[in-house]
């Protein structure tokens, strides 16, 4: 995913228009693999679209001025999760947490 037009890029890149066309072309070259999704707003995306099964967090002890807000959605938007997971490693934490469908 990028922000920007799509232009010429490395060999084997391909230039989609919209979240759900991507999704289906990378699902297709994992096969059985798991599809990994870094980023907040296309997490979201994901959501909205009901193809985001799991989300893993890592909290850090800093608080950031600027950015996307974890799974912002203007007037909400009811996710039900399940944590699979809870981790502390010295100043980081992890969440890992399955989307309910």
Do not use: K, N
Request: charged letters at 25%; proline letters at 4%; a negative charge.
């Amino acid at each position: 995913m990028t922000h920007g037009p799509a232009g010429a890029g490395a060999d084997g890149v391909d230039h989609v228009s919209d979240v759900a066309t991507g999704l289906d072309r990378v699902e297709e070259a994992a096969g059985d693999r798991d599809v990994a999704v870094l980023g907040a707003d296309i997490a979201r995306q994901c959501l909205a679209l009901g193809r985001l099964h799991e989300i893993l967090v890592f909290i850090e002890p800093v608080l950031l001025g600027c950015g996307t807000r974890l799974l912002d959605v203007p007037g909400g938007m009811d996710v039900r999760l399940t944590r699979r997971s809870l981790g502390d490693y010295g100043h980081e934490t992890t969440l890992w947490m399955d989307v309910v469908p």
